[in-house]
């Protein structure tokens, strides 16, 4: 079974920048679209970005269009690059495998990691 596990968060100043990493073991991503959601604190779980099985095509939050992209080399990690960022962007981040072509909507993935926390201050 695959295992992702995300790196790469960590504390930043408003303004500044991250890249996420989401590594996966025992398999590989290249037959899933992946997906980036964020949880912040007393909040539901939100959709960030996602990209299809061959990287093809990536969907946005309008929160974070702009500012965050999406990237993947196929294999074994997928990453969001997240500049520009803002206090409000601050949560747990988590990388997700879905079957579907590509999806926003956090039923339709399948296997989560365990989350990164980003914390970006003002």
């Known amino acids: 079974q695959v295992q992702l596990v995300e790196s790469g968060g960590g504390l930043v100043q408003a303004g500044g920048s991250l890249r996420l990493s989401c590594a996966a073991s025992?398999?590989?991503?290249?037959?899933?679209?992946m997906g980036w959601f964020r949880q912040a604190p007393g909040k539901e779980r939100e959709f960030v970005a996602a990209?299809?099985?061959?990287?093809?095509?990536t969907n946005f939050a309008n929160s974070v269009k702009g500012r965050f992209t999406i990237s993947r080399d196929n294999a074994k990690t997928v990453y969001l690059q997240m500049n520009s960022l803002k206090p409000e962007d601050t949560a747990v981040y988590y990388c997700?495998?879905?079957?579907?072509?590509?999806?926003?909507?956090?039923?339709?993935?399948?296997?989560w990691g365990q989350g990164t926390q980003v914390t970006v201050s003002s």
């Open positions: 025992g398999g590989t991503l290249s037959s899933y679209a």
């Open positions: 997700a495998m879905s079957t579907y072509y590509i999806s926003s909507v956090s039923r339709e993935y399948d296997y």
């Open positions: 990209i299809s099985r061959t990287g093809g095509s």
